[in-house]
C-alpha cells in the first residue's frame, strides 16, 4: 500500500512569485491536512480538505489557499511568496470520517523564498 | 483551547536502555485522539503510534507504548531497547473533533530531541 506522496521534495522561490504543492494521500483517504513547520513557530495547521470541500481551516492569510479533487489529491498554493513562507509544508492523510483515526504525513515540500 | 506540552526540549539515552517521553495534554473535548510522531533529520513525519481517548488500553507498537492516563491528561512515550536509529525529534500530538462530530486539525507540542548514545 502506498504512502503519502508529497511533490516537489525541494523548492526554491522568488518573492512575490506564487507556488504549488501537491499531496496525494493514502489509498481509501478522503482527508488531506495541510500544515507549516517553522523552527520559530513550530508545526501551525493550515487547512484540511475533506470529499472536496475545505472543512477547516487554521489561522493563515488568505495568499494560502487549496483545493482538493475528486481521487482526493489535493493541492495547496501560496501566492505572492514572502520570505517569512520559507518552511516545510507537510500533508497528513486520514480516513476523515466522524471517528478518530491515525494519521500519516509524507516526507513534506522544503519551500526556501530568497 | 487544546494544547499539547512537551517539557523535555532534549533528552539523551543510552543504546539498548529504555526512554520515556513526557507529553500533557488538555482539552474539553470527550472524543480525541493521540499521536506520537518520529522526525528524522530528512524532514519526514513518521507516524509511531495513536491512542483514542476511549481505548482502555495502552496503545503499543513494537518498541513503542504509549503510557496513556486519562485523569492526568498524559500521554507519555515509551521506548524500549533504544538504537542509534532512534536518535530524531519526537513530536506529541492531539486531535479533537469539530463541532458537527468530524475530526479536526493535530495540534503538535513543540517536539523533544532524542539522541541515543553508543
Known amino acids: 500500500k502506498a504512502g503519502v506522496t508529497q511533490t516537489p521534495r525541494y523548492l526554491i522561490k522568488t518573492r512575490g512569485q506564487q507556488v504549488t504543492l501537491s499531496c496525494s494521500p493514502i489509498s481509501g483517504h478522503r482527508s488531506v491536512s495541510w500544515y507549516q513547520q517553522t523552527p520559530g513557530q513550530g508545526l501551525q495547521f493550515l487547512f484540511e480538505y475533506f470529499s472536496e470541500t475545505q472543512r477547516n481551516k487554521g489561522n493563515f492569510p488568505g495568499r494560502f489557499s487549496g483545493r482538493q479533487f475528486s481521487n482526493s489529491r489535493s493541492e495547496m498554493n501560496v501566492s505572492t511568496l514572502e520570505l517569512g513562507d520559507s518552511a516545510l509544508y507537510l500533508c497528513?492523510?486520514?480516513?476523515?470520517?466522524?471517528?478518530?483515526?491515525?494519521?500519516?504525513f509524507g516526507q513534506g515540500t522544503r519551500l526556501t523564498v530568497v | 483551547a487544546q494544547k499539547i506540552t512537551q517539557t523535555q526540549p532534549g533528552m539523551f539515552v543510552q543504546e539498548k536502555e529504555a526512554v520515556t517521553l513526557d507529553c500533557t495534554y488538555d482539552t474539553s473535548d470527550q472524543s480525541y485522539g493521540l499521536f506520537w510522531y518520529k522526525q528524522p533529520s530528512s524532514g519526514e513525519m513518521i507516524f509511531l503510534i495513536y491512542?483514542?481517548?476511549?481505548?482502555?488500553q495502552n496503545a503499543t507498537e513494537g518498541r513503542y507504548s504509549l503510557n496513556f492516563q486519562k485523569a492526568r491528561k498524559s500521554a507519555n512515550l515509551v521506548i524500549s531497547a533504544s538504537q542509534l536509529g532512534d536518535s530524531a525529534m519526537y513530536f506529541c500530538a492531539m486531535r479533537g473533533m469539530n463541532y458537527g462530530g468530524s475530526q479536526g486539525n493535530l495540534i503538535f507540542g513543540k517536539g523533544t530531541k532524542l539522541s541515543v548514545k553508543p
Open positions: 497528513a492523510s486520514s480516513l476523515g470520517g466522524i471517528a478518530n483515526t491515525e494519521a500519516f
Open positions: 491512542q483514542g481517548s476511549y481505548d482502555e
